[in-house]
């Protein structure tokens, strides 16, 4: 039987991929960015997941705005880098799992989520820079990679308790799958931040704390997080933590927390990453 052995949730902002790639990570102002994603390297290493389902968002850079599917899973074999203006990230492509994408879209449908399927995406900086971020650099990525885009690029973004209920339906179909794998499932985006607009710049340090804090075994008042709040207490593009949801739900009841990093600011944004445990 598959299990969900770890969730992690992390910023993922193109910037930290961009000194990633043009070998800054010991520069003063990138270097206490990095050193908060050594724990979970190693972390890694020892873990050794078979596949990751990656909680993420398109910023518009695969998904244009012709097209804008609430919850979009990627059922192919491979994903390439999106070139997202600057081309494409020198990172491996990302191979998926096309049989175990299956499974969870068929569950997930029967599970009363109409889910768009991907079988062609290319993925941008949501989901390669916390791959980056947790494998370093590597000539191909350790594992399959499932691919989950949540719109939050266009009114109406999914609600809190919806991707709760998501990530809870998530865990139910991991658990019916046969094969032995070690999943692990990771939300990425955020903490507050805001891009654009006359409070460009916003940073929320309580709240992302507060977020944090709670993320482990407050969830209910996450849960309620209206999309009004989300805009007021951590900027426009704070929505992104709503992925977050989705990987602790599929955690189970009741988590333990193995390690934070909190960092302000990388690029425009509060830098935050937790690794928890489900207790079962
Ligand atoms: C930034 C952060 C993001 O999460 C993102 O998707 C784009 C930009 C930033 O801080 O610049
Ligand atoms: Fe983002």
Not at 30 to 48: S, T
Not at 230 to 250: C, V
Request: aromatic content about 8%.
């Amino acid at each position: 039987m598959a299990r969900i052995t770890a969730g992690i949730g992390s910023s993922h902002v193109p910037a930290i991929g961009a000194a990633f790639d043009h070998g800054k990570t010991q520069d003063p102002y990138w270097k206490p960015v990095f050193e908060g994603y050594e724990w979970v390297k190693e972390f890694q290493r020892k873990e050794d997941p078979d596949v990751v389902i990656l909680c993420y968002n398109d910023h518009a850079s695969a998904l244009m705005l012709d097209v804008v599917p609430t919850f979009a899973l990627g059922c192919a074999e491979e994903f390439a880098p999106a070139d997202e203006g600057w081309g494409a990230r020198p990172v491996p492509m990302v191979m998926g799992d096309p049989v175990l994408a299956g499974h969870l879209a068929e569950q997930l449908v029967i599970d009363n989520f109409d889910l768009t399927l991907m079988n062609h995406l290319d993925v941008d900086h949501g989901l390669t820079v916390p791959l980056s971020l947790m494998f370093g650099k590597v000539e191909q990525w350790p594992v399959r990679v499932i691919p989950l885009a949540i719109n939050v690029t266009q009114f109406p973004t999914p609600s809190a308790e919806r991707c709760w209920q998501l990530g809870a339906a998530i865990a139910d179909a991991v658990q019916s799958y046969p094969a032995g794998l070690n999943v692990q499932i990771w939300g990425t985006g955020g903490m507050s931040h805001q891009l654009q607009g006359p409070r460009a710049g916003l940073i929320n340090p309580e709240f992302d704390n507060a977020f944090l804090d709670k993320l482990s075994n407050q969830t209910d008042d996450l849960r309620k997080i209206s999309r009004l709040e989300f805009l007021r207490e951590s900027g426009s593009e704070g929505i992104e933590l709503i992925m977050w949801l989705i990987m602790r739900a599929a955690l189970g009841d009741k988590v333990e927390e193995l390690h934070r990093f909190y960092h302000v600011p990388a690029s425009n944004t509060a830098v935050g990453h937790i690794v928890l445990r489900p207790v079962r």
